[in-house]
Antibody, heavy 119, light 109 residues
Framework: QLQLQESGPGLVKPSETLSLTCTVS??????????WGWIRRPPGKGLEWIGN???????YYDPSLKSRVTISVDTSKNQFSLDLSSVTAADTAVYYC???????????WGQGTLVTVSS | SYELTQPPSVSVSPGQAARITCSGD??????TYWYQQKSGQAPVLVIY???KRPSGIPERFSGSSSGTEATLTINGAQVDDEADYYC????????????FGGGTKLTVL
């Protein structure tokens, strides 16, 4: 059974970079049909798609975050990562990593990790 | 930019049918997917490709799509179905961009 687990700091200061890693177990991150994504849910708001990456390294981001987001993949560690720069309080959210198949939706999710942006 | 529009809330009594809609101009060209998210938990896919149900999802969950509107129906809603529901699809002009609707809070009481 595929499992995903987010890890990273739970508190980030304003203007700094939020960095999270998703570790994949029970399957390979190198599947040719798989896309690995980041989604977040700010408190009191709905789900927001941040972006996703293929194991080849091709990444796609939501236009609203594109200038601040980088998603990368490390196939040797079976991990992928999220960097979000210049954070503000508006970036406070539960961050999820997830997997979808090409032309499909995210069927496997991590449990989520709360990241708070505060000084 | 392209958006998927859902009603903020829907309320039904136990045993009634709950219907949640999702509208978007590109829905005729792209599948709609539906997620259930209960408090403190990760989202769970309950409908994929407009109307298909993943294994383990109760038969009372069904989906349909017509034109620019997709609908999630929960027949005989139960108290345990109380959750936030999100539709999900692909951007009309950028096939790489995925997006969620704003979410609908389903209350069953």
């Amino acid at each position: 059974q595929l499992q995903l687990q987010e890890s990273g700091p739970g508190l980030v200061k304003p203007s700094e970079t939020l960095s999270l890693t998703c570790t994949v177990s029970g399957g390979s991150i190198s599947g040719s049909d798989d896309y690995w994504g980041w989604i977040r849910r700010p408190p009191g708001k709905g789900l927001e798609w941040i972006g996703n990456i293929h194991s080849t390294g091709s990444a796609y981001y939501d236009p609203s975050l594109k200038s601040r987001v980088t998603i990368s993949v490390d196939t040797s560690k079976n991990q992928f990562s999220l960097d979000l720069s210049s954070v503000t309080a508006a970036d406070t959210a539960v961050y999820y990593c997830a997997r979808r198949r090409s032309r499909s939706a995210y069927a496997y999710w991590g449990q989520g990790t709360l990241v708070t942006v505060s000084s | 930019s392209y958006e998927l529009t859902q009603p903020p809330s829907v309320s039904v009594s136990p045993g009634q049918a709950a219907r949640i809609t999702c509208s978007g101009d590109a829905l005729p060209d792209h599948y709609t997917y539906w997620y259930q998210q209960k408090s403190g938990q990760a989202p769970v896919l309950v409908i994929y490709e407009d109307s298909k149900r993943p294994s383990g999802i109760p038969e009372r969950f069904s989906g349909s799509s017509s034109g620019t509107e997709a609908t999630l129906t929960i027949n005989g809603a139960q108290v345990d179905d109380e959750a936030d529901y999100y539709c999900y699809s692909t951007d009309s002009s950028d096939n790489h961009r995925q997006l969620f609707g704003g979410g609908t809070k389903l209350t069953v009481l």
